[in-house]
């Protein structure tokens, strides 16, 4: 069953792939419709779904110790010494993984079906999500580093795809290539670890890797220098971490990534790319948790990547962006947890951020489909009685986010902050920026949430239609005006799993009696205990303050954003600030300076004075040359048999000459 998990998905994308290729890409190809390539696409990673969750009831009927599933499918490789084999694995830590990337995967291929309804290459789009399923399958599936970097590399294929598939319009297609380059960056670090792992330990299988560290932990056979090996592995891993997950400062490329469909972002963002750089620190962890210095790396880069990004997350506009540096945010919450020790946590809040995300997405896109493609939450306004179930669920993903319990985003997210304060790697300062971040998270959504569905209507529906354009690739775009409507049930249906999802699904990992942390036992060992001179009863004041901060962040966006002239006023007063953070630091044009206007000079340098001016010089003289020669040697290609005949006479005069003169 497990190759059967993967594969399935993989069918989909072959049938809806060689669909597209015969029937819709030829010129003049049929347009179809996505109801037809969506059931196809959906059935396949529906199918996984409940493949998933039979391995976990197989898994949870196992003794506790004893919960591994392995298939071997074929031998990959042999080279001398080194034999890799294609193996899956499902542990604890992978069947929970599985369960939520299918999980959620579902709802959105449901969701897409209605989303893009319009798409002219709807079999294309659908492809296209089934191999991203599939890679990230094989990413939490695979049984070694090898496979598990092969999923690596497709989940970043497909986001390439994916983000830039309106790719017509060049800057969904430079958002697009920026995703794939900056990615590259970060691979290049995991590559290093990777070799270094072998080179260290002789394995690049997870279980054997794990065993071999253990072991030799326990022993006491790991010398400075192995400590020291240990570290440099885990800081080169959490380099492509960075990447994939989209941390300070390889985050650049994730708020661009809006640029793709909304169900895209809602499928990166939520359940499977940016999560497989805390499942691989999760898994890690036997290595981790030997570093004091690399998780101290990974926690500071993840409570300062949080803090940061939201900052900019406070005056954004468009819809989707403050969804996307949200994200950023919320990863760096993630890291923070595996950064103090607290991996279970830390995995709790990719699932119930899966769960909110998704939602909030999701919810996204349906205001943006029925507002016509409008994002600016300016012009919106309203949309409570317009739009009841997005407003509704939409609801249930804000307040998860915000940290109001009981809500699923308050659980582990109140975790995470209390083991950042009390373990034996947290520091006071960690837990305050959490905490402060905690707050603009409540602030920023709460912004959020009120200019999109509350309020008085900020733009106009009847009478003032403009009609619609379509891009060259196919895709509908709206122009303001028209009636503003729910969307279809196909949309709606996921909206409301994901919102009964976003109120419940932190009830599994409640502090002090997770069912989370006791099945991912055997995989993360549990660590409740709390560093020198921190009182237990400590938890409960922390626990307050969060939740205060919340509701406090909420309480004074709802006082601002109830008059929008002293929004502002406020805008005003403090407009460097807010041009500041409404340019997002000014980072990208920092990198623009820094690195990509260097390297296009230094490129085109080397292209006009060395590859033009030498390389095609040599080249194109050889090529001078030979035409020479060959036009001289053509002279005496006169075609006379008479001539060839007095030469040949000359030759042998001549070679007769030469070896009588040597006798002699």
């Not at 599985?98 to 989303?115: D, E, N, Q």
Request: aromatic share 12%; hydrophobic share 55%.
């Amino acid at each position: 069953m497990l190759a059967l998990i993967a594969l399935l998905p993989l069918i989909g994308f072959a049938i809806n792939g060689l669909w597209y290729v015969a029937v819709q890409a030829p010129p003049g190809g049929k347009k179809a419709g996505a109801t037809v390539s969506g059931v196809i696409a959906t059935t396949a990673i529906g199918g996984s779904f409940v493949l998933s969750l039979l391995v976990f009831l197989r898994l949870k009927g196992m003794p506790a110790e004893a919960r591994v599933i392995e298939q071997v499918v074929f031998d990959w490789m042999t080279i001398g010494d080194f034999n890799l084999e294609m193996v899956f694995r499902a542990d604890p830590l992978s069947s929970i993984f599985t369960l939520f990337i299918t999980g959620v995967a579902t709802l959105i291929h449901l969701y897409s079906i209605g989303y893009m309804g319009h798409d002219a290459t709807p079999g294309k789009f659908f492809a296209y999500l089934n191999l991203f399923s599939f890679s990230m399958l094989m990413l939490v599936l695979g049984g070694s580093l090898p496979i598990l970097f092969l999923g690596w590399e497709g989940v970043g294929l497909c986001s390439y795809l994916l983000i830039g598939y309106w790719y017509a319009d060049m800057d969904k297609a430079s958002a697009g290539k920026k995703a794939f380059i900056v990615n590259r960056i970060g691979d290049f670090g995991f590559l290093l670890g990777m070799f270094m792992i072998y080179d260290k330990f002789g394995t690049l299988d997870l279980l054997a890797l794990r065993d071999t560290v253990l072991q030799s932990s326990s022993a006491g056979l790991l010398l400075a220098a192995d400590l020291t090996a240990i570290t440099t592995i885990c800081i080169l891993l959490f380099v492509g971490c960075m990447g994939k997950s989209a941390q300070i400062p390889l985050y650049v490329w994730l708020p661009d990534a809006m640029a793709g469909p909304t169900p895209v972002s809602a499928l990166i963002h939520a359940a499977t790319m940016v999560t497989s750089g805390i499942y691989l620190v999760a898994r890690l962890n036997f290595m981790y948790s030997l570093s004091p210095t690399a998780l101290t790396v990974v926690a500071v880069v993840g409570v300062v990547t949080a803090f940061f990004a939201a900052t900019i997350a406070l005056v954004q506009r468009d819809i989707k962006k403050v969804l996307a540096y949200s994200t950023v945010s919320q990863l760096g919450y993630m890291f923070l947890g595996c950064g103090v020790g607290a991996y279970s946590a830390g995995v709790s809040h990719v699932i119930t951020h899966a769960f909110f995300k998704a939602l909030l997405f999701l919810g996204a896109g349906s205001v943006i489909h029925g507002m016509h493609e409008e994002q600016d939450i300016m012009k919106m306004g309203g949309l409570k009685s317009k739009m009841k179930w997005t407003y509704l669920t939409f609801a249930a993903g804000w307040l998860a986010i915000a940290g109001i319990p009981p809500f699923s985003g308050f659980f582990s997210k109140d975790e995470i902050l209390w083991r950042s304060f009390s373990a034996e790697h947290g520091s006071f300062l960690f837990w305050l920026l959490g905490a402060v971040t905690a707050v603009m998270t409540a602030f920023y959504m709460t912004r959020l949430f009120s200019l999109t569905f509350l309020g008085s209507p900020r733009f106009k529906e009847q009478g003032e239609h403009h009609g619609h354009s379509t891009h060259p690739d196919g895709h509908h775009e709206h122009g303001h005006g028209g009636a503003v409507h729910e969307s279809p049930m196909t949309m709606v249906f996921p909206l409301q799993v994901l919102a009964v999802l976003s109120v419940i699904g932190g009830f599994m990992a409640i502090p002090h009696m997770s069912w989370l942390d006791h099945w991912l036992e055997p995989v993360i060992p549990v660590d409740h205990g709390v560093a020198a001179g921190v009182a237990p009863a400590m938890e409960w004041v922390l626990m307050a303050l969060s939740v205060a901060g919340a509701a406090a962040g909420i309480f004074f966006a709802f006082k601002l954003y109830a008059d929008l002239a002293k929004v502002e006023k406020l805008k005003q007063r403090w407009a460097g600030v807010h041009k500041l953070l409404e340019n997002k630091w000014y980072v990208d044009e920092l990198y623009e300076a820094l690195f990509v206007r260097p390297i296009y000079t230094l490129s085109v340098a080397l292209w006009k004075g060395f590859d033009t001016a030498v390389i095609d010089r040599v080249v194109l003289g050889f090529g001078r040359v030979s035409e020479w020669s060959g036009q001289t040697v053509r002279v005496v290609q006169t075609g006379s048999i008479h001539l060839y005949a007095f030469v040949l006479l000359i030759g042998i005069i001549a070679t007769a000459g030469y070896l009588l003169y040597g006798l002699a």
